[in-house]
């Protein structure tokens, strides 16, 4: 059946476009672009986390500096 479907709108296909040098060059574009943002992404995550690990590294030193000057 899909055979059969295929076949009959493949009469619809301009085969023009896809031999078209400008169509492939913009479709290979647009896979580097979609492959450099999620690069990106995941650098900015790791961007974060490390953020979040220097601020708690910071806020416990602050703490045991506090804690040992009570006890003094």
């Known amino acids: 059946m899909y055979y059969l479907d295929m076949m009959t709108q493949a009469n619809l296909l301009d085969h023009t476009v896809w031999t078209d040098p400008n169509t492939w060059t913009s479709a ?3 896979e ?6 999620k690069r990106g992404g995941s ?9 979040i690990g220097v601020v708690a590294l ?5 703490y ?6 009570k006890q003094q």
Not at 43 to 51: K, L, M, N
Not at 64 to 69: D, E, G, P
């Open 28 to 30: 290979i574009e647009y």
């Open 32 to 37: 580097a672009a979609k492959k450099k943002s």
């Open 43 to 51: 650098f900015w995550i790791f961007a974060a986390v490390c953020c």
């Open 58 to 62: 910071v806020l416990g030193i602050v």
């Open 64 to 69: 045991l500096m506090t804690k040992r000057k």
